[in-house]
């Protein structure tokens, strides 16, 4: 892989192996002359070793340089020293040497030449390979630019959707606690309706237990007050259709109570106002008792006021006999002025 890559790139390379095998500075620009010479066919200057090794001053490398010439100078002179030889033949035996030198030098030269040619077609080659890595590379990184952006977008598509849900679920845990309240609530409401309707229905046959046992009464009275008094049959039947029209009042009371029920239960929706309007309610209904109780005294009141002219009748004996013969059409009178 080393022979396609560039001459700068294989030189920098190079020197870099020299630096680590020749740690004297003088022998590294000895070596970086000789590579630059014989390997790449550069022409070493005190400049250029000076660039590539950065080390010593700058006479150092003047004096390696100039030392190298002279050595390759030298090297390329060639001296056949033999003491049986003649000197013409030493001479011609030099000029041989130095011509297959020549030669040599010419053909490796040439050598050198078809070996940079095959480099710089592998170098074309290599770097058209080169040129379509990159740019398959650059295609490659454009996916998978795509692909990052896509990613990207797809992570802040997923941590919305997180967000959201986190948000629907403490709307959905809100909600329920607002169910589990309402529920609470509704079922306060329940109990509050239930004891409700308990203490109506408790005041209410509390109402009619009073109410039977008022009539009951009246009832009993009146039986007596029509079995003791015979000829009071005006005042009697005056006061049972006062009692008839007390026990009107009090269904239409129940009718009432009933509505009044059926009114608490369409509004079942507000306890407190429920309760308010059963606490009224009740208080009606206390006060109409209280008042069915002024009126069954009253009653009473004019039963006995009804029951002691009798008494005195029978007391006094002309009085009694005078209001039974009576005329007829006196009777017929006051039957006229019955109530109803």
């Known amino acids: 892989m ?55 001053s700058m006479s150092t490398p003047t004096q390696v340089l100039g030392e190298f010439w002279v050595e390759l100078r030298e090297k390329s002179r060639v001296r056949i020293d033999h003491p049986d030889l003649p000197a013409d033949l030493q001479a011609a035996a030099g000029e041989l040497v130095a011509t297959l030198w020549t030669r040599s ?81 509704n079922a306060a409401r329940d ?50 259709k006062e009692l008839d029209a007390a026990t009107r009042r009090t269904e239409q009371g129940e009718a009432r109570h009933r509505s009044e029920l059926q009114a608490v239960q369409a509004q079942l929706a507000d306890a407190q106002h429920q309760a308010g309007v059963l606490e009224g309610s009740l208080v009606a ?3 109409a008792s209280a008042g069915y109780a002024r009126e069954l005294g009253m009653l009473r009141q004019q039963m006995t006021g009804a029951v002691a002219p009798r008494s005195s009748g029978r007391k006094g004996g002309a009085v009694t006999v005078t209001a039974r013969k009576q005329p007829r059409a006196t009777r017929k009178a006051a039957s006229a002025k019955k109530p109803g």
């Open 2 to 56: 080393s022979d396609v890559l560039p001459d700068e790139a294989r030189l920098a390379a190079e020197i870099a192996r020299l630096k680590a095998g020749f740690p004297k500075t003088r022998d590294l620009y000895r070596e970086v002359c000789a590579l630059l010479f014989f390997r790449f066919g550069i022409t070493p200057t005190a400049n250029r070793l000076y660039q590539l090794v950065k080390r010593g």
């Open 105 to 185: 030098t010419a053909s490796a030269q040439t050598a050198l030449d078809v070996l940079r040619v095959e480099a710089e077609a592998e170098k074309v080659v290599a770097q058209n390979a080169v040129t379509s890595m990159e740019g398959e590379l650059s295609r490659t990184e454009t996916a998978l630019e795509q692909r990052t952006s896509a990613l990207l977008a797809a992570q802040v598509r997923i941590q919305e959707l997180e967000q959201a849900q986190a948000a629907g679920e403490a709307t959905r845990r809100a909600l329920d606690a607002e169910i589990t309240r309402l529920q609470d609530e």
């Open 191 to 240: 109990l509050a309706l239930v004891q409700a309707r308990a203490d109506f229905s408790e005041e209410l046959e509390k109402l009619r237990a009073s109410t039977g046992l008022a009539e009951e009464r009246l009832r009993a009275t009146g039986k007596r007050a029509l079995l003791e008094i015979e000829r009071e049959r005006v005042a009697s039947a005056r006061l049972q």
């Open 285 to 287: 209904v206390r006060d």
